[in-house]
Structures are given as C-alpha cells and as structure tokens.
C-alpha cells in the first residue's frame, strides 16, 4: 500500500522571528551511514518510517528491543507515560528517504532527539548519528520483530498520576 506523500510544513523557528531555534539542526547534510555485513554474511533488516511516511530507515544488524524510557525529555517529546526504544549501532541505521525531513533537537539535559519535521514523528534518540549507539522509537518500525522491552528506565521521573504497569520487567531509576 503506498503512503502518501508529505507536505513539507513551515519551518521551526524559534519565538524570535528572526533566528532559527538553537537547539535544533538539520541532518540533510549528514553523512552517509554504513551498513554492517552482518554475522555470516547475513544482515537482517527492519524498515521503519515516520506517521507522515517521508522518512524512510532501515536498520540494519543486530537490533534489540530494549526498554520505556520514563525521563522528562522522553515523555513530553512523546506525550505519553514513556517511550518504547530499541537499540542499535548508529552505523546500522540508514536513511532511505526524507534525509531533509529530518530535525534533531538537544535539550539542556538528556541526549539528542531526532523527529520528522513534517508530522513530528519521534524516531530517534541518545545523540544518532553522532554517537555510538542510537535508540529507535519502536513505533516507528514498520517490519514486525521479536521481542519488546525488557525493562523500565529512568522511573525516578515517573509522574505523580503515572503508575508503573506491573508487568515484571526490571525498573531502573536511571
């Protein structure tokens, strides 16, 4: 089934009329991004891509469900309790289509957050490209895979009105 295309939004500004945010960067520059041979010569591959279908990725290599991120940054960039991350090689993660879609925001603290600038989709997190290994939004991939987070992180930011899920998974406060 074909997605539609996206409309390029207006772009982010800060309140200033007249600069662009400080925090935020464009990644269509960006280098391009390797993908791993993978164990025996066999690489497997999830495709993801963001509400609006602009940005397309691929990861590639060894991908691992991971864990909800219950940190402030993760939650007011969701709007939910938590985000579902996995984690990957930030060299495994490819970006197929909308390279110029893509905007990264850093906040004071925590690490960088990577969105679509059209619908806003949160795709990435802890500082892709630029670090070693990278979170991918788990809602963001589109093939099915194995597994789901095995564990709660950061649940010392845990809101007042939010209750853990008693699903046995390991917390950690940070």
């Given at each position: 089934m074909a997605r539609p295309a996206a409309v390029r939004g207006p772009s982010l500004r800060a309140?200033?009329?007249?600069?662009?945010?400080?925090?935020?960067r464009a990644r269509a520059g960006g280098a391009q991004h390797l993908e791993?041979?993978?164990?025996?010569?066999?690489?497997?591959?999830l495709e993801g891509s963001c509400l609006c279908g602009g940005v397309r990725f691929e990861v590639s290599?060894?991908?691992?469900?991971?864990?909800?991120?219950?940190?402030?940054?993760?939650k007011r960039l969701s709007g939910g309790a938590a985000t579902a991350n996995g984690r990957a090689r930030s060299d495994s993660i490819r970006i197929t289509a909308g390279r110029e879609l893509l905007r990264t925001y850093q906040p004071d603290e925590g690490s960088a957050k990577?969105?679509?600038?059209v619908c806003g989709s949160n795709l990435f997190g802890a500082g892709w490209p630029e670090s070693e290994f990278a979170s991918v939004?788990?809602?963001a991939i589109d093939t099915p895979f194995e597994g789901g987070p095995t564990r709660h992180i950061f649940t010392r930011s845990v809101a007042a009105w939010?209750?853990?899920?008693?699903?046995g998974l390991l917390c950690e406060e940070d």
């Open positions: 309140r200033s009329r007249d600069a662009e945010h400080p925090r935020l791993p041979a993978g164990s025996l010569g066999r690489v497997s591959v290599g060894e991908f691992e469900p991971r864990s909800y991120c219950h940190c402030t940054s993760c990577t969105f679509c600038s939004r788990l809602p939010e209750t853990l899920p008693d699903d």
